[in-house]
Every structure is written in structure tokens, then in C-alpha cells.
């Protein structure tokens, strides 16, 4: 498999201190798509993070992913890819968000890309599909998302609006990748997750969610992530279908979800709660 290796003058749509590969600090905020070695190992950052020690571990909700020493493999068509894979396409960082194949990370919602997560600065006063569209049709569900960063424009602004907290808006926009997943797997039934990518998934939701119903529960914010992803009754529908789709792929195995003693411990949002 070919490598691309990353220097500093390897042009990638990262910042400028992922390129130079530096050491992990605790004090630096990192954001999607940062760079940094840690005891000898490279983690690149799938949200914003400060403060988190990446380890090599399976999971990516804890903001980082371990990657090959100081390579990311470039993408190859043949070559199927596990949840979680790390790949360079074009230049861009791309991250599988299950089991994949065939399929071209810049084409492909499968893949996400590790860059520009932030809500947009700017958007459109009136970011829902046409009143006319029938409610319950997929495109009046999904929305508009017309920055294609994986996320519902106007779930963007309602999390601009209910939050101040940058912390807590990253926490809700990941939410909100994970809400435009769920969606993706509750309308398409051609998407089939293996056992081990379902279980990911679902304990990657929970943690997220756990978190926003601590931060709820304390009165840090007042509404949940969920609550303004689901306003419509049809989201509401699509999301209990789209979970439940998860949890009967990962077999139902109530013994893997996890048990979540310290909601926000290991987020993006730890410190808003303390």
C-alpha cells in the first residue's frame, strides 16, 4: 500500500501545526484534523479537543485517532476500510464512519471529512427545505446542509443560538454528524454495520449524549443537542428508527453498551461542567 508521509510543505487541508507533527500538549486546543505524536505514537484529532491524552485506543469520541507512526495511507479503491480508518485523498484527511469499500471519500458519505466542523459564521436565515415538501419525506427530515459539513444548517443555527460555550457548541456539532449518521442509516437499508462498527457507534452516541444530559441536568444549558435536532415529530421518528437500526446490528448486546459513571469525562465539553 503506498504512503504518504507528512512534512510540513505537504500541502493539506489541515492547519499548519498538524503538518510539522508535533508533540501532544495538554494546554493547546486542537482541532479536526490536528497532527501530534504522544509516546511515540500519531493520533490525528476527529474533533475539538484540549486537554485529552490521546491513547491508542478504538474509539474516537475521545477526540483523538491513533494513526500509523508518522503516515497516513493514501486511499485505495480495492482496499476495504473499517470504521474508524484514517485515510489521505486528494490531500484532504478523511475519516470511515463504518465499514467501506469502492467508494471515494470526496463522493461518499461513508467518509467524513477532518476538517472545518465549525458551525458556519454565517448562515442562511432560512436554512430548512421548502415549506411544500411533505414533512415526512426524507429530504424535509435531513434539511439543507449547504456547506456539506455533515451537518443540518438549521440545527447549526439553533446550536449557535442556545449555546456560548465553544465547548458546548462542538459537543452539539458533533452531535449533530452523529444525528446526519443516523439519519443516513435509518433511510438507507442497504447500509449494513458489522457488529463491532455498530457497537462503536452507538457508545460514540452515548457518550456525546450522556455528556449533554449531564450538562442539562447541572443547568449548564437548557436544551439538549437532541432536543434541537428532533424538532419535528418526523426527526424525532427518524432518529428512534435510526437508533434502533444500530443497536438490532450490533445484535442487541446490552452487555457492550457502556456503563457511563463520569459523563463529560474525556470530551470536548469536560470543562463546562466542572
Known amino acids: 500500500m503506498n504512503k504518504n508521509v507528512i512534512f510540513i510543505a505537504v500541502s493539506l487541508s489541515i492547519p499548519l501545526v498538524a503538518h510539522a507533527m ?7 486546543v486542537y482541532n479536526s484534523g490536528d497532527l501530534v505524536t504522544h509516546h511515540g505514537e500519531s493520533f490525528v484529532s476527529s474533533h475539538w479537543t484540549q486537554g485529552t491524552e490521546p491513547v491508542v485506543n478504538d474509539i474516537s469520541w475521545d477526540g483523538w485517532i491513533h494513526i500509523n507512526a508518522y503516515t497516513i495511507d493514501n486511499y485505495e479503491h480495492e482496499t476495504p476500510y473499517a470504521g474508524g480508518s484514517v485515510v489521505n485523498f486528494e490531500g ?10 469502492g467508494e471515494y471519500p470526496s463522493k461518499s458519505g461513508t467518509w467524513r471529512l477532518l476538517d472545518d466542523l465549525e458551525p458556519s459564521p454565517d448562515p442562511d436565515p432560512d ?7 411533505d414533512p415526512k419525506s426524507p429530504e424535509a427530515i435531513v434539511g439543507v446542509d449547504k456547506d456539506n459539513n455533515g451537518v ?5 443555527v439553533a446550536v449557535t443560538e442556545a449555546y456560548q460555550n465553544p465547548q458546548i457548541v462542538q459537543l452539539a456539532i458533533n452531535l ?3 444525528y446526519t449518521d443516523i439519519n443516513e442509516i435509518a433511510f438507507d437499508k442497504s447500509i449494513q454495520l458489522s457488529v463491532e462498527d455498530a457497537t462503536k457507534k452507538y457508545n460514540e452516541i452515548l457518550v456525546l449524549e ?3 444530559e449531564e450538562l442539562l441536568k447541572t ?6 443537542p437532541l432536543e434541537l435536532h428532533t424538532d419535528t415529530l418526523y426527526r424525532a421518528l427518524t432518529y428512534r428508527n435510526g437508533k434502533e437500526r444500530i443497536f438490532e446490528q450490533m445484535e442487541h448486546d446490552l ?3 457502556l456503563t457511563i459513571d463520569q459523563p463529560c469525562v474525556g470530551t470536548m465539553a469536560e470543562e463546562a461542567v466542572k
Open 22 to 28: 508535533e508533540p501532544w500538549n495538554k494546554d493547546t
Open 92 to 101: 484532504d484527511i478523511y475519516l470511515a464512519k463504518w465499514w467501506v469499500q
Open 127 to 133: 436554512p430548512d427545505p421548502d415549506p411544500d415538501l
Open 152 to 156: 443540518r444548517d438549521s440545527y447549526e
Open 176 to 178: 449533530g454528524l452523529e
Open 210 to 212: 450522556e455528556c449533554a
Open 219 to 224: 443547568g449548564v444549558v437548557e436544551m439538549t
Open 255 to 257: 452487555d457492550a453498551v
